[in-house]
């Protein structure tokens, strides 16, 4: 028997996730849904490009006066 045998070990956290999936088969499609909604947006590189060329550099101290 080989010491690189061994039995599986899964953690308390990946026995929770597949136990939530086990419960709730749609959970994955929901994630994917959930993430569409918030983070995979299309971008207008146009308008990007325009927004980056109109920003001004900060000044190393904001607080001092141009005097």
Not at 10 to 16: D, G, L, N, P, R
Not at 19 to 38: D, I, M, N, V
Not at 45 to 53: G, N, P, T, V
């Amino acid at each position: 028997m080989s010491i690189f045998q061994r039995d599986p070990y899964t953690s308390e956290a990946t026995q929770f996730i597949e136990s939530l999936k086990a419960k709730k088969p749609t959970l994955e499609k929901e994630q994917r849904e959930g993430r569409a909604l918030l983070w995979d947006k299309h971008v207008n590189r146009e308008i990007q490009a325009d927004l980056q060329a109109g920003c001004v550099a900060q000044k190393p101290y904001v607080y001092q006066t141009n005097a």
